[in-house]
């Protein structure tokens, strides 16, 4: 049996109250009932939970956070009725074998994002994740589109090296593994790798403005013509 795994897209939160805790609702008495949102749920279960895209969420979401994550352990419930079925207290205890993951992009590049907590970082133990190796990535290419070995192993070493230009501050941005995957799936449909691999590439580097835009284009075409 599998561990079970709730998804809380933090992304898409607009109003935290509604998103994480529920809303009234009219039933068809016409009265007014406490409908809790599915992550009042997510933190009764064992298993993980997945707080995707945290520093995209409003800030208000925070204040909702902290006591699901620290040693108090519930979930604040003060909006629900007070005849509801969780009590008096409003609050809902958290499964003692509910883990909490979150992930976020960090970075100036990210637009959309908030800066996150310090009081809300310190809840998690962060872990900064890097590119795959090589040959992982290789492997995920393969795996993903079908790609020969061989074609995924130069589509890597491209991105690898535009990775190490930018980690130099050589070039203004870097690609991603989403990015290696779309060259291998444009290659599976037909195209020619050299073109498929500029066709995803060279639209992240502007074309205009000062002669640097100019040159960050110059230096990838000097990459991809590895191919």
């Known amino acids: 049996m599998g561990l079970n795994l709730s998804i809380q897209d933090m992304g898409t939160v607009q109003d ?117 190796s090589q040959e992982t990535e290789t492997k995920v290419l393969t795996k993903r589109t079908g790609l020969e070995k061989k074609t995924a192993e130069k589509i890597v070493k491209i991105a690898n090296s535009i990775r190490k230009e930018a980690a130099n501050d050589e070039l203004s941005t870097s690609i991603s593994v989403r990015h290696t995957i779309e060259i291998a799936e444009l290659i599976c449909d037909g195209w020619n790798p050299k073109d498929a691999a500029t066709q995803v590439i060279l639209p992240l580097f502007s074309s205009e403005g000062s002669s640097s835009d100019t040159n960050e284009r110059q230096k990838i075409n000097s990459i991809v013509s590895a191919f």
């Open 16 to 132: 935290a109250q509604s998103a994480l805790l529920g809303v009234h609702r009219l039933n068809e008495n016409n009265e007014s009932i406490f409908d809790p949102a599915p992550f009042v749920g997510h933190v009764q279960n064992e298993g993980i939970i997945l707080l995707d895209e945290m520093n995209r969420s409003p800030l208000s979401a925070n204040n909702i956070l902290f006591p699901v994550l620290d040693r108090r352990r519930y979930l604040p419930l003060d909006i629900a009725c007070s005849n509801s079925s969780f009590g008096a207290s409003r609050q809902v205890k958290v499964h003692e074998k509910a883990v909490f993951f979150a992930t976020a992009n960090l970075g100036a590049e990210y637009s959309g994002t908030n800066q996150i907590d310090r009081a809300l970082l310190d809840r998690f133990q962060p872990i900064e994740v890097t590119y795959p």
